[in-house]
């Protein structure tokens, strides 16, 4: 089992329409990442967070230690949200190494 | 500030040559890393340098993968010989290095090897 799941594997919605990825753990952690990469493109951080909840834009991502679960969340979805969404944890016990969700492919159509 | 640059961005090879992949961290970060992502799951870790220390390289194939950072700045990657299953992105990224802090990614290098 992997120390970090993500889900949905992959995500088609319409413009508008409100998004949710979500993220568990299985392991403690000092810190999560939401991490949003465009198709060839690098990764681009979009949030670290350690508790409570972050707000950018449409975009808002929120964590519950004790149920070590996270979420993304888009409002107003648009076609250039399309991208993978990664989630990713820095281990207690791991010299700040980032542990890697498999990613959430997401599409928005027009 | 300028972000982490690597360099090339896209590289084709036969199998069984050799490839160097290049990475200037950001300025003052201690932490670099070499992530490789292969099409469709994430990024797996490498390497990670403690400015020119290795920290965990518990992943990289050894036999035909070499990396160093021999001033604590910039790092370079190598793969020797290639194979096809090498056929992947190759991230770098740089932190501070200390606990909550965000790491930053490099664009890539996308390798195929046919």
């Known amino acids: 089992k992997n120390e970090v799941e993500q889900s949905p594997q992959n995500l088609t919605a319409q413009e508008g329409e409100f998004i949710t990825i979500n993220c568990s753990y299985s392991v403690g952690i000092s810190a999560l990442h939401w991490l949003q990469q465009h198709p060839g493109g690098g990764i681009v951080s979009l949030f670290m967070?350690?508790?409570g909840k972050k707000k950018h834009g449409r975009l808002i991502a929120t964590i519950n230690i004790q149920e070590k679960h996270s979420s993304l969340h888009i409002t107003a979805s648009h076609p250039r949200d399309s991208a993978v969404y990664i989630c990713a944890v820095t281990l207690t016990s791991s010299n700040y190494k980032l542990t890697f969700g498999k990613g959430t492919l997401l599409t928005v159509n027009p | 500030e300028a972000g982490v640059a690597q360099s090339p961005r896209y590289k084709i090879i036969e199998k069984r040559q050799s490839v160097a992949f290049w990475c200037n961290p950001i300025?003052?970060?201690?932490?670099l890393y070499w992530y490789q992502q292969i099409l469709g799951q994430g990024p797996k870790l490498l390497i990670q340098?403690?400015?020119?220390?290795?920290?965990?390289d518990s992943q990289l194939p050894k036999d035909r993968f070499s990396a160093e950072r021999l001033k604590g700045v910039d790092s370079t990657l190598k793969i020797q010989p290639a194979k096809l299953e090498d056929s992947a992105v190759y991230l770098c990224a740089s932190s501070l290095g200390q606990a909550n802090t965000e790491a930053f990614f490099g664009q890539g290098t996308r390798l195929t090897v046919v």
């Open positions: 967070l350690s508790s």
């Open positions: 340098f403690q400015n020119n220390g290795v920290v965990d």
């Open positions: 300025s003052g970060h201690a932490t």
